[in-house]
């Protein structure tokens, strides 16, 4: 299964984005999807997880502000973004894991800035 993501662009401050990732097959068999960021010169870091039974997570920097949805009929995962912070501006991405391997989307640039 191949992961493709989208979504991403250029928002103001307190704006809102929402990202996609749309997979090629069924993603029923992925425990965890979940979507990370990379922002310049740091580190790839998680932005919110959706398990397979429904549990969500989200980092610290996002809650309250982010929503993951997962949607195994459609086979794709998104992220609403409100309240977008320049912080937020980073490369987006989707990852998917199952019991026997681990899926990276490409990234989807999204940029806060006035």
């Known amino acids: 299964v191949q992961l493709q993501a989208s979504g991403g662009g250029l928002v103001q401050p307190g704006g809102s984005l929402r990202l996609s990732c749309a997979a090629s097959?069924?993603?029923?068999?992925?425990?965890?999807m979940g979507w990370y960021r990379q922002a310049p010169g740091k580190e790839r870091e998680l932005v919110a997880l959706?398990?397979?039974?429904?549990?969500?997570k989200y980092a610290d920097a996002v809650k309250g502000r982010f929503t993951i949805s997962r949607d195994n009929n459609k086979n794709e995962l998104s992220l609403q973004m409100n309240s977008l912070k320049p912080e937020d501006t980073a490369v987006y991405y989707c990852?998917?894991?199952?019991?026997?391997?681990?899926?990276w989307g490409q990234g989807t640039q999204v940029t806060v800035s006035s």
């Open positions: 990852n998917a894991v199952s019991f026997t391997s681990s899926t």
């Open positions: 097959g069924s993603i029923s068999s992925f425990n965890v």
């Open positions: 959706f398990g397979s039974g429904g549990s969500t």
